[in-house]
């Protein structure tokens, strides 16, 4: 990646060129890449876990292995590490790093040293979480860590697991600090809060719930080491703890955790549907206090997933009804997305591909969400794979195609290259396809008794919709683990010897990024402070004033 990293407004390479210069480095922009990195690290890990557990539940009977702690430890590699190392870091790391302060008009990060603390601490959990693959007593608790089955010997370390969710934590809330005053205070002159693109709202939003929430998850999982190893006695019933304290607490984080990752992927896909289709996003104003209403709303319906725990009858009903209610601003910015494409001149690009994709994925996810909002309908299919279906469709899956179209999307600006415009729309269609196969039966499978976390069926070997379901889920992992490895060679062909980019505006976007900096940013991101004019915004396509630049110190006017 010749160039990474562009030149200095003084013509300075602004690339680092030794190992030392990109470990210490301070530009938001590397940090960025190095988020990246790791994330993509993690979505291998995780894929290939998730991979095993396939094809272990490809037939009745073992197949890859009989130890059901082998199947845990996959089950919890691949949930732990697909959120917290892949779709938190890519999302409140790479695009909250290396796209917000340049689409902000900010020459870098508030407080640059914070930040790289925050990227190696990252990096850090993701080595302690690799360690568990390895140490003698791994720790198979699955991402959730419910007690008491995590307070026993069984579980393996659940130090390990504590200590690598708070290093974590600790580096959303560095992230989240740096973010939020990032975008309060070093926008750019002209550019007000409703000039913001939706992608820095999504996130900036993201990161403010980060910051409410994150203490409290870090809080519950420090206390179920302390009970477990000094005997403290907060979820031990045997003791007179409530195991019910350690789910109110760890849902009450990471449900919000959802929209955490839905914003920041819905902002993508703002960006890029834009872009594509010419458009303003429809009822701009009206989608940013939508995607605000997400941190009063999304703390409020976290028992959603606790149903059926024995909790009050009258807790149940209130939490179906703040469950539904969250249903309110997603619809908005559903219908806004559907609007800014509508009359558009829609060109699908390769990012687009995939930006659809992700639209359509998260159209299936939200409509099989509302039953399971309800707690009758519920309890009928907790813990189920209707359940796991519908959390993966709209999560997992569509928040996964808009990262890969956001990579897509600024990948000209990271490399100075593009990449291939067919093996990107091959990629984004042989995943939609292949995750369809994966997820669509098992809603399925689900209806007729198919518990989640299973690692094998033989008491439904009789009943032929499970059976099928799960084969011809496998099925679908072939297609998708195909499109995925197909997409990161498309990423290194194209980073090592794709076409050129010849526009540092390839895509004909309004936003700072494209259209006031070089084919790739350098050191300070603009050659002087950026000015957005009276007039500018981020989606007006047909008469927007240029950003303009102050002068350097003894010139006058504008460049």
């Not at 508030?110 to 140490?135: D, E």
């Not at 959303?172 to 309060?184: D, E, H, K, R, Y």
């Not at 890029?272 to 995607?291: E, G, L, M, P, Q």
Request: net charge negative.
């Amino acid at each position: 990646m010749s160039g990474f990293m562009g030149h200095e407004p003084d013509g300075k390479p602004g690339q680092p060129k030794t190992v030392k210069e990109w470990v210490f480095t301070l530009d938001h922009k590397v940090i960025g890449v190095w988020y990246l990195i790791g994330a993509i690290a993690s979505f291998v890990v995780a894929g290939l876990a998730a991979s095993a557990m396939r094809l272990e539940l490809g037939s009745v009977g073992p197949d890859i292995t009989d130890n059901g702690d082998i199947y845990n430890l996959w089950l919890t590699m691949h949930g732990a590490v697909m959120i917290l190392g892949f779709q938190i870091p890519a999302l409140l790391g790479f695009v909250a790093n290396w796209a917000v302060p340049i689409m902000v008009g900010g020459k870098d990060m508030a407080f640059p040293r914070v930040n790289a603390m925050s990227v190696w601490l990252l990096w850090s959990g993701i080595i302690l979480a690799l360690m568990n693959l390895v140490i003698p007593d791994s720790y198979n608790g699955m991402w959730t860590g419910y007690p008491p089955y995590s307070l026993t010997d069984a579980v393996g370390n659940t130090a390990m697991y504590s200590s690598i969710v708070i290093i974590l934590g600790m580096s959303s809330v560095f992230g989240a600090v740096n973010l939020a005053c990032t975008v309060a205070f070093m926008r750019c002159k002209g550019m007000g809060w409703f000039q913001m693109p939706l992608t820095v709202w999504c996130v900036f939003t993201a990161n403010v719930i980060q910051l409410i929430f994150v203490p409290v998850l870090a809080a519950s999982v420090l206390l179920l080491s302390l009970d477990k190893y000094l005997g403290f006695g907060f979820y031990n019933p045997e003791v007179g703890g409530d195991v019910l304290l350690y789910q109110n607490l760890f849902w009450f984080y990471s449900h919000p955790a959802v929209y955490v990752i839905l914003l920041p992927f819905m902002g993508i896909m703002f960006e890029i549907f834009a872009v594509s289709a010419r458009n303003d996003v429809f009822n701009y104003k009206a989608t940013v206090w939508s995607v605000i209403a997400f941190i009063p709303v999304s703390s409020d319906v976290w028992v959603h997933h606790a149903y059926v725990a024995g909790l009050p009858d009258w807790l149940r009903l209130l939490q179906t009804f703040t469950t539904l209610l969250i249903s309110l601003p997603f619809g908005l910015l559903m219908l806004s997305l559907t609007g800014t494409l509508f009359r558009g001149t829609i060109r699908y690009t390769g990012p687009m591909y995939w930006a659809v994709g992700a639209f359509l994925m998260l159209i299936i996810g939200a409509l099989t969400g509302i039953p399971n909002a309800l707690s009758a309908v519920d309890y009928g299919i907790s813990d189920s794979y209707v359940i796991m279906s519908h959390f993966h469709y709209v999560m997992a899956v569509s928040g996964g195609m808009a990262i890969f179209a956001g990579v897509f999307y600024w990948f000209p600006k990271l490399t100075g290259r593009m990449c291939n415009t067919a093996m990107t729309k091959l990629t984004a269609v042989g995943f939609f396809i292949g995750m369809n196969i994966v997820m669509g039966p098992l809603y399925f499978a689900g209806i007729e008794g198919m518990p989640r976390r299973y690692m094998d069926y033989a008491m439904f070997e009789n009943n032929a919709t499970i059976v099928d379901a799960q084969h011809w889920s496998t099925i679908g992992l072939y297609i998708t683990f195909v499109s995925a490895l197909l997409m990161i060679v498309t990423w290194l062909q194209g980073a090592i010897a794709g076409e050129k980019a010849t526009s540092a505006n390839p895509w004909g976007a309004e936003s700072l990024e494209f259209t006031a900096t070089a084919i790739i940013p350098g050191q300070g991101n603009f050659p002087t402070p950026v000015i957005c004019p009276e007039g500018w915004h981020p989606y007006n396509f047909i008469d927007n004033p240029k950003p303009e630049f102050e002068p350097h110190p003894g010139t006058s006017g504008h460049h």
